[in-house]
Structure formats: structure tokens, C-alpha cells
Nanobody
Framework: QVQVVESGGGLVQAGGSLRLSCSASGTLIGAKTMGWYRQAPGKQRELVASITNDNTANYADFVKGRFFVSRLPFKNTLFLQMNSLQPEDTGRYSC????????????WGKGTLVTVSS
């Protein structure tokens, strides 16, 4: 059973930084893709950034140049460095791990709350 757990959220002032972490445990199989999604109050969940197991990263336009996604090699551990945070970045950030072998499927964490004050 794959379990996904996020950490690192909190309250920060506009212009500040936060680093989120995610770990997918319960399997020795590497996830094909891991990604960060966010959901702001009253809005749908949207992709923030993702990275494949060969380190190909993909970013939403609204975070390019501010957020950076990284992954530990050979581990299902994911990070999101968020810089120059703005109030519109407020939301619940959830981690997704996608497996195409072993425990096939998409696995989600419960998320971590990021609040950016103006």
C-alpha cells in the first residue's frame, strides 16, 4: 500500500519562500512521475509542477521562474522550492505519485496548507 505524505506548508508573507517535501512509501518501485498540485478556496485543483523519473520537469505558467521542483534519485521523494510567494499562491498543495509498474496507479497525499499574507 503506497502512502503519500507531504510536509512544509505554513504561513508566509508575500515575497517569502517555503519548501515543501513529499514522500511516497510502501513500495521499492520508483514512481514514473511525481507532481505537486494545488487547490485554492473555491477553485479546482491545478497542476503546479511535476517531474519524471528521468528528471524531466514540467511547470505551470504561473509558477515558472519562481518555483522549482526536484526529486531525490532512486527515491520517491519530491520537493518544491517556492520563492517570491504571492497571496494568489495560497491553497492546499497535494503530492501525486504515478506508478506504471508494481502498485500501478495514482496515489495522493492529504496535502499541506500554504497561506501567503499580503
Amino acid at each position: 500500500q503506497v502512502q503519500v505524505v507531504e510536509s512544509g506548508g505554513g504561513l508566509v508573507q508575500a515575497g517569502g519562500s517555503l519548501r515543501l517535501s513529499c514522500s511516497a512509501s510502501g513500495t521499492l518501485i520508483g514512481a514514473k512521475t511525481m507532481g505537486w498540485y494545488r487547490q485554492a478556496p473555491g477553485k479546482q485543483r491545478e497542476l503546479v509542477a511535476s517531474i519524471t523519473n528521468d528528471n524531466t520537469a514540467n511547470y505551470a505558467d504561473f509558477v515558472k521562474g519562481r518555483f522549482f521542483v526536484s526529486r531525490l534519485p532512486f527515491k520517491n521523494t519530491l520537493f518544491l522550492q517556492m520563492n517570491s510567494l504571492q497571496p494568489e499562491d495560497t491553497g492546499r498543495y497535494s503530492c501525486n505519485a504515478q506508478f506504471i509498474a508494481g502498485p500501478r496507479g495514482d496515489y495522493w497525499g492529504k496535502g499541506t496548507l500554504v497561506t501567503v499574507s499580503s
